[in-house]
């Protein structure tokens, strides 16, 4: 069934209700509090009401979920509630929704989380056009909670070995109902924490097509006030451990064994298996603590390959090594420096590797080898752009940057255009840097060249001996704090800038899609946006026949000695008209041209502006807004007055004194003749 575009219309009932696109299941236990805000935010979706169904499953709550949800169900025919007893669990809930569900598509919202108000409009509409079996929308954390990942572009078909998508298992995404079925997928029931795994896995193992939908926020994971959300609950820890085994021996089931199956397991050793070995594991006496790493030292043997193990953080790492080898003290001491204290900062050692700060480094006493310490390959450069704007012909640059634990000694600016890489140093203080880019000067004392030029920071740490030493060194791309629209953003207006003995030229801000990174478009004006782009004009007659055109822009950076002329162009012609020039701040222009008459015609005009050797013709257009946008602004002659056109552009005088030097020739060569 097609996405319809009216989000207003009214609810119908009876036969003339269509079958609705998705069905909205929401599991509820004792969420009082929180359901006007998660059930509110699907009663306000703009996808039009008759194409959704809401199944709100009590579980039995004992706070009055129950009662709101009946007063809903009063209020919104489109709402349905089911009640049973309390399952321990979502997974029961969730399964009598889909046992109930009708939709084409069905989408699992938990009842403390929230929808945005175009979320399902954009996944069903991801889903029709893809033919999508499932759809992830971007995810964003709330109240504490963060985001199990951050899902940043759109993509029509993603594979679980080569997206981020299997980072996220549980059960809000949109999933297309047939596909639910066919494979008949179900959630286990009665377990309060990792009920979805089964169902998530196999549905991203098997799907045919897996699209993400990213250029919005569509769902947001909020954290509870008092803490009470699943994932934070007191649990058997070895119970669940057991039961992770019995899920991934599903998972190395459909998956043969390498490189794909690790890149799932690293997964699950981040997200199920170590997870347990921080405050619950020290919340537990030493035997506790032992029957914990029993439990889990199986799901190590099985599936923990060297590849995996090197994927892993040093301080997962180091727990999945003490968990394999029976370090138990060890393991306790890693943990330890995780949650109660702090891990050492980290080292930049004479073989210039990395090292992280844990417990017994090279202690010749354990069995702890220097790789499960290293975390060369993990530091990543932290950095900020706070600010860019130009000062005259100059960007200027401001963030904070530096490399976790081992902070940075200098910073530069790195501009890369086609495997050419020019540096800018940077004044570097306490986390903060400032750079100035001048394109008279940026290629390394002498000027930039045209092109779209990317802006990275590179910076580096030295090792104890300085920079004699071994040197760190990490870049990034900037990326503006400020993601709004570049239009209202003055340092994103096109400019004039001077390069020295190259002449000036347009330079232009722009952010790359989708991942914002920072660009510099150099003497290519119009490729990205346009010098001028508000350059709008008007045309004013009098009775007397004397026309005016006037017309206004903003013209960051034109250089004071410019010359600024309207000028009119018809098919073959141009003709240049004398102008008068007005400056006020803000780089706001005024350009004004009167004229008696003109050649008989339709004229197009432009803005023609000249510096040194550089020029350039900017299309004047109408205040008004058509269906198009403004319309290029014309001057309309209906005929006579070529001659006083002329007069004013200062080529009568010229045709007249061609003329009276002909007559003078002609007149000789007749006294000649009579001699």
Known sequence: MPVPEDPAAEVPTGSRAPAPTVSVIV?????RRYLDRSLGSVFAQTLDRRHIEVIAVDDGSTDGSAEWLAEQARRHPHLTVLSQEASGGAGKPRNAGLARATGDYVFFLDSDDR??????FWLTRTAQKCRSDIVYGRIAGADGRAAPVDLRTTSERVSVFDSPVYWSLA????FRR?????????FVEGRLLAEDLPFGITALLRADVVSVFADRTCYYLHGREDNSNASRQDTDWCEYLGYIGTVLDRVAAEVPPGADRDKLMVRHFHGEILMPFGAPYLARDPAGRTAMAAAARPLVERHLTDRVLTALPPGLRLRAHCLRAGLDDELTAVVRADTGTRPAPPRLDDDGRVYAGYPYFRDPQRALPDACYDLTDRVVLRQRLLRQHWVGGVLHLRGTATLPGLGGDTVEILLRRDGTTHRVPARYEDGAWRAAVDPATA???GPLADGVWGLKIAVAAYGPGGAAGPVLRREAWLVPEDDGEEESDPGFVPRIVGRGPAGPAVAALFRSRPHGHLNVDLGRDGARRPLGDDLRGTVDRTRSGRTTVTARLTLPGCPVDAALRLVLHDATRTVALRTTVERAAGDRYTVRARLRGGPPG?????LRVTAGPFHREL???????GDGGPAPLALTVPGGGFRALLRRAGLLRRAGLLR???LLRRARLLRRARR
């Open 178 to 186: 047939s596909f639910v079925e066919r494979h008949r997928l179900r």
């Open 171 to 174: 059960a809000y995404k949109l």
């Open 115 to 120: 929808l945005d108000p175009e979320a399902l």
């Open 660 to 662: 009276r030097a002909g």
């Open 619 to 625: 299309p004047v257009r109408t205040a008004a807004r």
């Open 27 to 31: 599991p509820v236990h004792n969420t």
């Open 602 to 606: 339709t004229w197009r005009v432009a």
């Open 443 to 445: 290629a390394d004392g």
